[in-house]
């Protein structure tokens, strides 16, 4: 059904400098695994097993991080360190990855049309590394929607409830509630001020979409900050009724930010590290 998983990963993560002048955002290690590992832990969890991840200058580790080290196996193969490499080469024996350039980092919208020659014309999943979705007590944020896709065919965004102060940060949706964490999206803004917002559920990294984006973000002009913003898009799906939003359950850290960072490294540690 879904097979890909899209990583738009092009971004260049100023609210990270200096350590992301040289290092990709999405290699920021949460305890000791990068943000993209998390990200595709759980497209592989999904039963996402094609990776295609949009990347753009300087970002480099990302595609060696997800290939062999000789020099390094080499080194430990037979020590206990091995086992360290036990979750990569989990992902690496079940999942395939193919890579594309973003050459001028134009929006959201425009990373994921980046995307389309690896994608092709079929449903597809993106995640946004830097939010880092977590839910111990069950499957995983995009396992849930690839649920929800089977029931639904159409496409989904994740979405929270979140402080009024914070809408200004996110795309904001409101709908019909279909059931209690499930809503028909008819509105969508993005990063609106507290009194344009339609409500306080916020889109965050988790999307399942239908190809027929692509064509619609073709037509799409630059919206908010000049950028080709997907939200604008996905209004154009809402219209015609194929976009729902859906309540996640889980926990979802804001690793953009330094905050939300710090939160994130702090969770794992104790909720997986320390036991
Ligand atoms: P963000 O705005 O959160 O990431 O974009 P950023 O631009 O890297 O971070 P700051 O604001 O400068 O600190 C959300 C996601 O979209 C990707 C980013 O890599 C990130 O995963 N993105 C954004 C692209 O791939 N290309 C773009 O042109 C813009």
Redesign the pocket.
């Known amino acids: 059904m879904i097979q890909k998983c899209l ?10 400098l200096p350590a ?1 002048k040289s290092m990709p ?2 290699m920021m290690p949460v305890v000791n695994k990068p943000l993209i590992e998390y990200g595709v832990d759980e497209a592989m969890q999904a039963g996402l097993n094609e990776i295609c991840i ?1 990347t ?1 200058r300087g970002k480099r580790a990302l595609e060696d991080h997800f290939d062999i080290n000789y020099e390094l196996e080499h080194q430990i193969a037979g020590t206990g360190k091995e086992a360290y490499l036990n979750g990569i080469r989990d992902i690496m024996n079940e999942c395939t990855f193919s890579y594309t350039r ?1 050459t ?5 919208g ?2 994921i049309l ?1 995307g389309r020659t690896l994608v092709g014309e079929q449903p597809f999943a993106v995640v ?3 939010d880092l979705c977590l839910n111990p007590e069950g499957d995983g944020v995009l396992a849930q929607m690839v649920a929800l896709y089977k029931q639904f065919r159409c496409s989904i965004v994740a979405v929270e409830e979140v402080p009024q102060d914070q809408v200004h940060k996110y795309g904001v949706i409101a709908g019909e509630m279909i059931r209690d964490d499930i809503y028909r999206v008819n509105t969508m803004v993005e990063k609106p001020s507290p009194d344009e917002a339609p409500s306080n559920l916020a889109i965050i ?1 988790r999307y399942i979409l239908t190809p027929d984006i692509f064509d619609i973000l073709e037509d799409t002009e630059p919206g908010k900050n000049g ?1 080709l913003q997907i939200t604008d898009a996905l209004m154009k799906q809402a219209q015609n009724g194929c976009v729902m939003a859906y309540r996640f359950k889980g926990q979802r850290f804001d690793c ?2 330094v905050e939300g960072f710090i939160e994130a490294t702090n969770y794992c540690y104790n909720t997986i590290y320390a036991q």
């Open positions: 990583f738009p990963a092009a971004g260049y993560g100023t609210r990270f992301t955002k999405e949009v753009g973003q001028e980092m134009k929006g959201l425009h990373a980046t946004l590394a830097d990294g950028e953009g930010s």
